[in-house]
Nanobody
Framework: QVQLVESGGGLVQPGGSLRLSCVVSGSIFSFYIMGWYRQAPGKQRQLVASIATSGSTNYADSVKGRFTISRDNAKNTVYLQMNSLKPEDTAVYYC???????????WGQGTQVTVSS
């Protein structure tokens, strides 16, 4: 009943910017964490950024100062603004919702981000 749909990926040159969007539909939860993960070819999926119900955010060290996670509750949308992109940012980016109490995870289908010259 919970669905997540990502969009905004594409091909950009190093130093460029992209904004990813994740639209959430379904049940509303009091305690949850929204996050962006990424997975490069041959690599494990890893957390990029997260935001809790309180608004508290967390970032991977590799993206601090370059990426910003935010949300618009009225639009049921979570964003990932990515600036100063590097080739190593190339990956499929996935939106994730974690139910804190139920310990359940929901995933989007992913959107490809390619940073190349």
């Amino acid at each position: 009943q919970v669905q997540l749909v990502e969009s905004g990926g594409g091909l950009v040159q190093p130093g460029g910017s992209l904004r990813l969007s994740c639209v959430v539909s379904g049940s509303i939860f009091s305690f949850y964490i929204m996050g962006w993960y990424r997975q490069a070819p041959g690599k494990q999926r890893q957390l990029v950024a997260s935001i809790a119900t309180s608004g508290s955010t967390n970032y991977a060290d590799s993206v601090k100062g370059r990426f910003t996670i935010s949300r618009d509750n009225a639009k049921n949308t979570v964003y990932l603004q990515m600036n100063s992109l590097k080739p190593e940012d190339t990956a499929v980016y996935y939106c994730n919702l974690k139910k804190v109490t139920q310990r359940a995870d929901y995933w989007g289908q992913g959107t490809q981000v390619t940073v190349s010259s």
